[in-house]
């Protein structure tokens, strides 16, 4: 019975790391960590909330049979649609840059 002898691959689990895609906690995109830059990431830096804006403006025109609640929009820059491209970019942050 011929042992084989298997070779332990070197720790180099960081080098591969380096080029391993990553998923930003923010815009949800998977990334290469060496194509990151500081204005690679697109998100809302706020929530998409539901209430009246805080200077009271109108941004969403209501229908008529809107319920209230359909004015919706985001707490940061005002835009009424949840697909709204961000408002603010900056570097794309994984889930394991904590
Ligand atoms: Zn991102
Ligand atoms: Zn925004």
Redesign the pocket.
Same mark, same amino acid.
């Given at each position: 019975m011929a042992e084989i002898q298997k070779h332990h691959k070197p720790q180099k689990d960081e080098d591969e790391d380096k080029d391993k895609a990553k998923t930003c906690k923010r815009c949800k995109l998977s990334y290469a960590p060496s194509s990151n830059h500081s204005s690679a990431c697109r998100f809302?830096?706020?929530f998409f909330v539901s209430r009246r804006h805080d200077d009271q403006r109108r941004y969403y025109e209501l229908g008529p049979d809107d319920p209230p609640y359909a004015a919706k929009f985001?707490d @940061? @820059?005002g $835009?009424e649609d949840p697909e $709204?491209p961000? @408002?603010?970019t900056s570097t794309h942050v994984s889930y394991d840059d904590d």
């Open positions: 809302h830096p706020s985001y @940061c @820059c $835009a $709204a961000g @408002c603010t």
